[in-house]
């Protein structure tokens, strides 16, 4: 009896644990990048690829920033999430992962556009919900240059791709000192 009761007791922490690291109730939340950017192809909105650890106090706070009522309403309709744990990873997903996005640590965030195409990586989450704010700005205005300018990021299937930041004047939004 007491092997099945501690199977049953670890699989109901792992359920529980798996409950816990969901994105908050409302956010479109995909189970793979494939999944989110099939979906974003359709929608014509941009994907946010959620790299995470489980128990990672870091992202904890940051998951704590996207349920306030004023980012919630600027990311949970504009943006396609698929939430990847690195500490799930087999290590050579995570490897290719790491070696194809640069994200440094978690919580990062990979943007890609609506086709696919890699944008840019904000690493280390959010310190206010201001910050959380203020990348919303920036890339909706990256996105929408893009889309204006007909132009297009480097595509998923590329390969590694050169790591910027998600700041305006990585994305070409500010001219550049010379």
């Known amino acids: 009896m007491k092997p099945s009761f501690l199977a049953a ?4 922490v792992a359920a529980a644990s798996a409950f816990a690291a969901a994105l ?4 479109d939340d ?11 192809k359709t929608s014509g909105k941009p994907v946010v690829v959620y790299f995470a650890e489980q128990n990672c106090p870091v992202c904890d706070a940051h998951d ?6 004023d980012v919630r309403q600027a990311y949970k309709d504009a943006y396609h999430f698929a939430i990847v744990y690195g500490d799930d990873m ?8 790491k070696a194809t996005y640069v994200p440094r640590g978690a919580p ?12 840019c990586t904000a ?11 203020d990348l919303h700005k920036v890339l909706s205005k990256a996105l929408g240059a893009r889309n204006a300018s007909a132009a297009s990021f480097s595509k998923v299937s590329d ?11 990585s994305l070409g939004l500010t001219p550049s000192s010379t």
């Open 9 to 12: 007791a670890l699989v109901s």
């Open 24 to 27: 908050p109730a409302g956010y």
């Open 30 to 40: 995909n189970p793979s990048v494939i999944d989110a950017v099939a979906k974003a």
């Open 64 to 69: 704590g920033w996207l349920v306030r009522a």
């Open 90 to 97: 087999v290590p050579e997903e995570r490897a290719r992962w």
């Open 108 to 119: 990062s965030w990979v943007v890609l556009d609506s086709e696919g195409g890699y944008v």
């Open 123 to 133: 690493s280390g989450g959010f310190a206010t919900a201001t910050a959380a704010l």
């Open 159 to 169: 390969g590694p791709v050169k790591s910027r930041p998600c700041t305006e004047r």
